[in-house]
């Protein structure tokens, strides 16, 4: 499985940004996608995850209400809608994939991309 992420970019605070994820190759072994960012400095963090069926989804707290997390079946493309951008969300952005929701939140990924960095303003 391939991740490819995308979308990432200079934005004022208080802004959006869409980032794009694209999965190829054997997608059939996916069962959860999750973004995660890493600011420098600090750890990796989880921000948000959903099933491959886009039933369930699941964020992290300093992102609710703020970020969605939503797939495109067709595509095979999981999206994360930021909106209300602070200037702490500045970080490389990840997306990751793996076995379960549950395993992608923890950590746990079979898959990862390469980040695509966001950098918010004040």
């Known amino acids: 499985v391939q991740l490819q992420a995308s979308g990432g970019g200079l934005v004022q605070a208080g802004g959006s940004l869409r980032l794009s994820c694209a999965a190829s190759?054997?997608?059939?072994?996916?069962?959860?996608v999750g973004w995660f960012r890493q600011a420098p400095g600090s750890v990796r963090e989880f921000v948000a995850a959903?099933?491959?069926?886009?039933?369930?989804?699941q964020y992290a707290d300093s992102v609710k209400g703020r970020f969605t997390i939503s797939r495109d079946n067709a595509m095979n493309t999981v999206y994360l809608q930021m909106d209300s951008l602070k200037p702490e969300d500045t970080a490389v952005y990840f997306c990751?994939?793996?076995?379960?929701?549950?395993?992608?939140?923890?950590?746990?990924?079979?898959?990862w991309g390469q980040g695509t960095q966001v950098t918010v303003s004040s």
């Open positions: 990751a994939a793996g076995s379960s929701k549950n395993r992608v939140v923890e950590g746990n990924n079979d898959y």
């Open positions: 190759g054997r997608t059939h072994s996916i069962y959860a």
């Open positions: 959903i099933s491959w069926s886009g039933f369930s989804t």
